[in-house]
T-cell receptor, first 113, second 114 residues
Framework: DQQVKQNSPSLSVQEGRISILNCDYT??????FLWYKKYPAEGPTFLIS?????DKNEDGRFTVFLNKSAKHLSLHIVPSQPGDSAVYFC????????????FGTGTRLTIIP | KAGVTQTPRYLIKTRGQQVTLSCSPI?????VSWYQQTPGQGLQFLFE???????NKGNFPGRFSGRQFSNSRSEMNVSTLELGDSALYLC?????????????FGEGSWLTVV
């Protein structure tokens, strides 16, 4: 049972435009969410996170939106840059001292110069 | 501040052998988690240690084990290796103790079983 889903395996965006990556989850116990960026043969790099008590968190070019009622979150990257080309994973965790993350399957983002 | 360090980065083992992977967390981090990444299964949680105790465990067979030392460094061991164990093994660390901490990953150890 895939509790965290990224339904778009790939996405291509023109440089300078907005990239929107989506993620859906099914487990109501998840209450914090993270986005990671990953290059081949490297570990995931933390980008941004959001707690379930918020609906938006912004850090530079990256903004994460959370819609709890829809169990949906999205990552917006504006403006998109060639260096943003990578695989993006959303991950979900539950509080109560539990550091276990459940990951989506990833979306490969390609920024077209 | 040094990040999460994993050794070795690459290794090749023969089916039936065992392997030990090592992880040094970010200084001050007390929680260490291990994940397996394969093309077919994505990133799968193996287990998490906090203060030398296994606090959480994923759905992997008993051949996969780990431990954490008093300095928070961690090792994971896979015994009786199978071809399907070929994967990127990722270690992650966080402050632990409290909830909702950011979890930082190391570069990973690439294991190939032949």
């Amino acid at each position: 049972d895939q509790q965290v889903k990224q339904n778009s395996p790939s996405l291509s965006v023109q440089e300078g435009r907005i990239s929107i990556l989506n993620c859906d989850y099914t487990n109501s116990m998840f209450d914090y969410f993270l986005w990671y960026k990953k290059y081949p043969a490297e570990g995931p790099t933390f980008l941004i996170s959001i707690s379930s008590i918020k609906d938006k968190n912004e850090d530079g070019r990256f903004t994460v939106f959370l819609n709890k009622s829809a169990k949906h979150l999205s990552l917006h990257i504006v403006p998109s840059q060639p260096g943003d080309s990578a695989v993006y994973f959303c991950a979900a965790g539950s509080n109560f001292g539990n550091e276990k993350l459940t990951f989506g399957t990833g979306t490969r983002l390609t920024i077209i110069p | 501040k040094a990040g999460v360090t994993q050794t070795p980065r690459y290794l090749i083992k023969t089916r039936g052998q065992q392997v030990t992977l090592s992880c040094s967390p970010i200084s001050g981090h007390r929680s260490v988690s291990w994940y397996q990444q394969t093309p077919g299964q994505g990133l799968q949680f193996l287990f998490e240690y906090f203060s030398e105790t296994q606090r959480n465990k994923g759905n992997f067979p008993g051949r996969f084990s780990g431990r954490q030392f008093s300095n928070s460094r961690s090792e994971m061991n896979v015994s009786t290796l199978e071809l399907g164990d070929s994967a990127l093994y990722l270690c992650a660390s966080s402050l632990g103790g409290d909830s909702g901490n950011t979890i930082y990953f190391g570069e990973g150890s690439w294991l190939t079983v032949v």
